[in-house]
């Protein structure tokens, strides 16, 4: 059995106040997944200094210069061996397909839009239908991992 640690974080352009913490949880677990949202004004590359305080792991970063909240990232343990970056041009997704010995998952960070929540649930939906983006994601990787910023509700705060 596999013990994989989940984490998600929404850094709020303070990436600096999460570096021990993302240390710990690192150190702790050898099989850590970290997902982040809105690491701030970064560059292309992501926070170099978030990049440098964690080496050895891996920090996989989607980041766009017209928006500094709507970028996502990742931060794998030094065990995961990446084999598929996908980063959708918003910079508000990011997946990964990983692999440790003969698990290989398929993780991704999301930023979701703020108030999702006040569009509520599709009139119809049926769960017996996948999509095609679904297909091609699940195709070579039956096991999937979310995390995102689920916080940002304004119609729950306002009800």
Known sequence: MMDISIFSQNLRSKFKYFVAEFETLLYQNELAIIFIQDMGNVGPDGPQELRQALFPHT?????IPTNKSRNTGIILHKNWEVSKV????SGGLTGVEIKNGNTILFAMSAYLPTALDAYGMPESFDSTKESDAKKRLTRSTPLLLSGSNLTETGYLAAT
């Open 86 to 89: 996908l980063k959708h041009v």
């Open 59 to 63: 920090l996989i970063t989607n980041t």
